[in-house]
């Protein structure tokens, strides 16, 4: 299984980026997805998941109000809505594959990952 993100770039602050992460295949078991991201001198950290269903989207505090994880099931995509950007949030952003249905915070739960997409904020 292949994840390619895109959808990053340069934007000032305030401003809105939407990312999008596709999977090569089906991997025969459904899947939560996640989106996590590291920044310069910094560890990985959550953003945010989506369980199969749908019906969980845990976020992390930092992001809760300004950004929106969905999914497209028919597509094996996932998709993160990034509003009210702000020079913290800059950074390389990986989507990743779940090892399980849930939308786990923990990365050690995913084990398909995406090759990152830099996203920079300007103040």
């Known amino acids: 299984v292949q994840l390619q993100a895109s959808g990053g770039g340069l934007v000032q602050a305030g401003g809105s980026l939407r990312l999008s992460c596709a999977a090569s295949k089906r991997t025969g078991s459904n899947n939560g997805m996640g989106w996590f991201r590291q920044a310069p001198g910094k560890e990985r950290e959550f953003v945010a998941g989506?369980?199969?269903?749908?019906?969980?989207?845990p976020y992390a505090d930092s992001v809760k109000g300004r950004f929106t994880i969905s999914r497209d099931r028919a597509k094996n995509a996932v998709y993160l809505q990034m509003s009210s950007l702000r020079p913290e949030d800059t950074a390389i952003y990986y989507c990743?594959?779940?090892?399980?249905?849930?939308?786990?915070?923990?990365?050690?739960?995913?084990?398909?990952w995406g090759q990152g997409t830099q996203v920079t904020v300007s103040s």
């Open positions: 990743a594959l779940s090892r399980t249905s849930y939308a786990s915070t923990d990365y050690s739960q995913y084990n398909y």
């Open positions: 989506v369980s199969w269903s749908g019906a969980s989207t």
